[in-house]
């Protein structure tokens, strides 16, 4: 197993906006708000050319009989709306304070897609959904697996996610045994 073990501070329930508000963008349309900002604005802010890193988070799901009950994302919203999404399983623990999985061999899925903003949600291709919300007043996501990629268990299981800490790219070596 590959121990990987992430501490950052992240929310289990949502808090903050829901952005189911729509009021003028101020360029004349009724684009949806979230956080107070348009959606496409908020979201605009974890994109890779904006950020120069990625997104990542963690959700639980109930436990496999290889013991498996986690699950760990990264993924990068690229320009032009492409999306490089590397997806892991493993045993861990993900709560209100943060995620520890150890990512087991062969548990590591990279997928393609694109990424768009549809009404007050951000969404990434057919695997996950997110709703924006500011987590210690910072810009947060709290997405769910739309489709299962390894265990079925882990479809609609939702995590909160926020930008990685410094610069990274789809093409690091972390992810180079990230299979299709």
Do not use: H
């Amino acid at each position: 197993m590959i121990r990987l073990a992430v501490l950052c501070a992240f929310l289990a329930a949502c808090g903050g906006g829901n952005g189911d508000d729509t009021a003028p963008d101020g360029g004349g349309s009724n684009e949806p708000l979230v956080n107070g900002v348009p959606a496409s604005q908020y979201y605009g802010g974890f994109a890779f050319q904006t950020t120069k890193t990625g997104v990542q988070g963690a959700a639980a799901f109930p436990a496999a009989p290889d013991g498996r009950n986690a699950y760990l994302v990264s993924f990068f919203m690229m320009p032009g709306n492409d999306l490089q999404l590397f997806y892991a399983e493993g045993e861990g623990e993900v709560d209100s304070t943060g995620f520890s999985i150890n990512v087991f061999d062969g548990a590591k899925k990279r997928r393609s897609g694109t990424w768009r903003v549809d009404g007050a949600k951000l969404v990434l291709d057919s695997f996950m959904s997110c709703d924006g919300f500011l987590f210690n007043d910072k810009p947060a996501l709290r997405c769910t697996l739309s489709a299962a990629i390894l265990t079925a268990d882990a479809q609609g299981r939702s995590g909160t996610f926020q930008n990685r800490f410094g610069a990274s790219s789809p093409d690091d070596s972390e992810f180079a045994d990230y299979v299709p």
